[in-house]
């Protein structure tokens, strides 16, 4: 072998210019090994010489093909957001820093996770969001319900399907359409399923504004509806986000029954009658019963008071319609539902989801709040020995306020005949 020539006296040997391709792509006799790693490195450069020399991709025509597939099955609203939270998120912390969110432990053990959708699932870029009314044709005979104290108001949302899995399906065909179409991408579902902040989302995506009562208007639609997302990694052109246009106007806020709604865009959840219904587990404060009424499972008012709604669309989705005459079902009718029948008819339901013994907890207090009919008794007395101790509390509180109208009213006759 020729020995190496010595370098000139004085001077360093110039380094070698690095080869384009690794020696083992020249050297035919390298290992197995180092010829499928040149293999593989050539791949790459193909990959990358092909991906240079490809055309940018049509986002505006991937975002109309975004809203065409969401109007096609049945979305009324759907726009595009950032992920840009960061006024939110402020909001954010300072509720959950108040304590408001109740016994909803998973809203304080996120945090702020909520307004942050990269953090939540990394690589998303951006946010679809869609709208799916479910206002009902009978919504102007609510108030009628709310008035008959021994009928049981349940909220609107709540009377058909639970929306959770019909809008879920729907958002999962959408992105699945729209990989089918333009290529594989990243993406994530959600329809109330982990920490979103939704409304703030659908906001910049322009759905809608963030209402004085916490709930999302469209100006042309009111606010019956649902919202769900997908989260992407696709750099889409984003919406404008929507403005707001309550102006002075105050109602939801004064109608409140139990005065949730604090200020402005900042709701008390443990004062709110849908959180007591729906989300509480345990005991209802006492102080609080007597403004419940006769709502058994969430609570409207706020929404039916709210001006913007005489532009509500009402939908036309089977799956909302009332389920086992919900919409003018009695307090005693329900209360005589055993856990089975609790079970047969709420299968798909939202109502499933809270459980027998809350269900039996809501309608207790509604009767206790109810005229003192013999059906309203006979009900109340048809459970007073049941074994949950929490139901059995609040059927005795239910006794009691009959009671003492009873006795008040015997009072108010004897002073007046004498």
Not at 72 to 82: E, K, L, T, V, W
Not at 298 to 319: H, I, S, Y
Not at 357 to 378: F, K, Q
Not at 379 to 402: F, G, I, K, N, Y
Request: proline share 6%; glycine share 8%.
């Amino acid at each position: 072998m020729r020995p190496a020539r010595p370098a000139p006296s004085g001077r360093a040997r110039p380094a070698r210019p690095a080869p384009l391709f690794p020696a083992c792509v020249l050297n035919r006799h390298r290992t197995v090994r180092h010829r499928r790693a040149s293999h593989d490195f050539i791949l790459r450069v193909v990959d990358a010489l092909d991906s240079s020399l490809a055309p940018a991709p049509d986002l505006a025509g991937i975002v109309h093909r975004v809203r065409t597939h969401a109007w096609a099955m049945g979305f009324q609203r759907c726009g595009i957001s950032g992920v840009e939270l960061g006024e939110d998120e402020s909001h954010l912390a300072d509720w959950l820093g108040r304590g408001l969110y109740g016994s909803m432990e998973w809203m304080a053990r996120h945090g702020l996770t909520r307004a942050r959708p990269a953090e939540l699932i990394p690589g998303t870029v951006r946010v679809i969001s869609v709208g799916l009314d479910y206002g009902r044709r009978d919504d102007t005979e609510a108030w009628q319900t709310l008035d008959d104290g021994e009928r049981a108001y349940v909220a609107r949302y709540a009377l058909g399907r639970d929306y959770h899995k019909l809008m879920r399906g729907r958002l999962q065909k959408l992105a699945d359409r729209l990989a089918a179409e333009v290529g594989p991408f990243g993406h994530r579902v959600f329809v109330d399923s982990a920490p979103v902040l939704e409304r703030a989302l659908a906001r910049n995506a322009g759905l809608g504004w963030i209402g004085k009562h916490t709930c999302l208007i469209d100006r042309d639609g009111g606010s019956w509806f649902f919202l769900g997302e997908i989260y992407i990694d696709m750099p889409l052109p984003v919406d404008q986000p929507a403005t707001a246009h309550c102006g002075t106007c105050t109602r939801c806020i004064d109608i409140c029954p139990t005065a949730a709604i604090l200020a402005p865009h900042r709701l008390d959840a443990r004062r709110c009658i849908s959180y007591l219904t729906i989300e509480h587990e345990g005991s209802i404060d006492v102080a609080l019963r007597p403004l419940i009424g006769n709502r058994i499972f969430g609570c409207d008012d706020c929404q039916l008071v709210c001006p913007w709604n005489k532009f509500a669309k009402r939908t036309d989705e089977p799956d909302f319609r009332a389920r086992n005459r919900l919409d003018t079902a009695t307090l005693s009718d329900l209360f005589a539902w055993t856990a089975e029948e609790f079970l047969a008819r709420t299968e798909g339901s939202a109502i499933r989801r809270s459980g027998h013994a809350r269900w039996l907890r809501n309608i207790a207090i509604a009767l206790g709040n109810a005229p003192s009919t013999p059906s309203v008794l006979a009900a109340l007395q048809s459970r007073q020995h049941t074994e949950d101790a929490m139901v059995r509390e609040h059927v005795e509180w239910a006794m009691s306020q009959h009671a003492a109208r009873n006795t008040s009213g015997r009072a108010n006759r004897t002073v007046n005949v004498r």
